[in-house]
């Protein structure tokens, strides 16, 4: 397994569950160290976790949905949660964690450098010489511009968004029962801005098309009579790269298979990864450990099934690369229809356009 971050760890976990001796690489030198990611959980990625120990994440009702004037309106659904993470804590007790489902070895400092097809005691697989290392398989999930999609000549992610956040200790005065989401054409075109009152801390930032300049002093000082970060101390800045052009093609060779940012299983519209490389991941290790005891599908057809498209995503994607300009924004903000379907769009992960989706913003069932 290459890089070991969600998708890494899930599926290192299934395939040790599947009975296979895993060996995790992670280039960095230790789990979670400046994860570039908020770490906002759907509550469908809590559900598939049932052993996460409840201090890692901290429930977040609903969300504030700002327009570029700093009007606003708040989105929430019965029985539905978004959770923000402590994300480091979070990955290294995954990390902690694979331990109970098998045999895992995990080396940090270890960055994926190559491989080349090699016979060993009869076996056939791939030798990584940076690490002297045998594998009959071989999973990168080494992120948004991964090293072994370049290796073996694999699909790559080439349509991005580019995000920056920064993180302060101790909580900005907003209420803490919402993300808070900004629209802004001109500070965040093709994306959104977000503060995230989070496990101790607050987190805030913005993402946009990619390339672009990140205009985040500008964003603070905007929304500074919300919220003024000036009396917080900054903890740290960081910044990344989401891949919103949908899965990569192809997402394998032989004895090789991409699974998470690497292979683009992204939501092009809402640019959440989490979920789906925790998912997918889990797949994927239960997938390569079945296909190397000679049983089932092989393991690309597999995530392949099961992967969503995104096909309508990836086209709504490409209208809001255009950018919407603030005026039309803020002309609908107060419609009704636009806050249902702004509910839709945060609320219906799984059915976005689903007939259930669209009767909810025109009202019928109750909406
Ligand atoms: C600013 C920002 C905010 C985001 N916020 C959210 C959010 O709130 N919710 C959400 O669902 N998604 C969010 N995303 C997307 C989400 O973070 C990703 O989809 C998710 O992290 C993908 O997980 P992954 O395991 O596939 O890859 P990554 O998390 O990128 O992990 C890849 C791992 O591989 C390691 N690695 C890389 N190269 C090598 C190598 N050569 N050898 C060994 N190891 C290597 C890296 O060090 C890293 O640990 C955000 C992304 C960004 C950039």
């Known amino acids: 397994m290459v890089g070991a971050s969600y998708a890494g760890l899930a599926c290192a976990a299934a395939a040790a569950a599947g ?14 160290l400046r994860p570039h990611t908020t770490g906002i959980l759907v509550q469908e990625a809590i559900e598939h976790a049932p052993h996460l120990p409840a201090a890692l994440v901290r429930p977040v009702r609903g969300v504030r949905l700002y327009s570029p004037s700093l009007r606003s309106f708040d989105l929430c659904a019965d029985g539905y949660a978004f959770f923000a993470a402590d994300t480091p804590a979070l990955l290294r007790w995954m990390a902690q964690d694979l331990h109970r489902h098998g045999d895992v070895t995990l080396r940090t400092s270890a960055r994926f450098q190559g491989a ?3 016979t060993e005691n009869h076996a056939e697989g791939l030798y990584l010489p940076a690490q002297d290392l045998f594998t009959r398989y071989l999973v990168g999930a080494d ?28 909580q900005a005065h907003v209420d803490e029962r919402f993300l808070h989401v900004f629209m802004d054409c001109a500070l965040a075109p093709g994306y ?3 503060v995230v009152p989070g496990i101790g801390i607050t987190q805030v930032g913005l993402a946009c098309r990619h390339p672009a300049r990140l205009a985040i002093e500008k964003f603070l000082e905007k929304i500074r009579p919300l919220c003024d970060f000036s009396t917080l101390t900054p903890l740290e800045r960081r910044g990344g790269l989401i891949p919103v052009g949908g899965m990569v093609s192809p997402i394998a060779a032989r004895r090789v298979l991409l699974v998470g940012d690497a ?7 809402t640019a959440g990864g989490i979920h789906k490389a925790l998912e997918l991941g889990a797949l994927a290790g239960t997938a390569v450990a079945q296909h190397l005891k ?5 393991p690309e057809q597999r995530l392949l099934a099961a992967a969503p498209r995104y096909r309508v995503k990836r086209l709504l994607r490409r209208l809001a690369n255009y950018g919407v300009p603030d005026a039309c924004i803020e002309a609908v903000f107060g419609n009704v229809l636009f806050q249902r379907f702004a509910q839709l769009v945060f609320f219906h992960h799984r059915g976005l356009f689903s007939r259930k989706g669209w009767n909810a913003v025109f009202g019928k069932n109750g909406g």
């Open 192 to 194: 959104i801005a977000w």
């Open 19 to 32: 009975g296979l001796d895993v060996t995790v690489l992670e280039a960095k030198r230790e789990i979670g």
């Open 263 to 269: 292979a683009g299983m992204v939501s092009p519209l």
């Open 294 to 298: 000679g049983l089932g599908l092989n």
């Open 116 to 118: 080349e097809e090699q």
């Open 143 to 170: 992120g948004a511009r991964s090293s072994v999609a370049r290796h073996f000549d694999l699909g790559r992610n080439r349509d991005y968004l580019i995000g920056m956040e920064l993180e302060f200790a101790g």
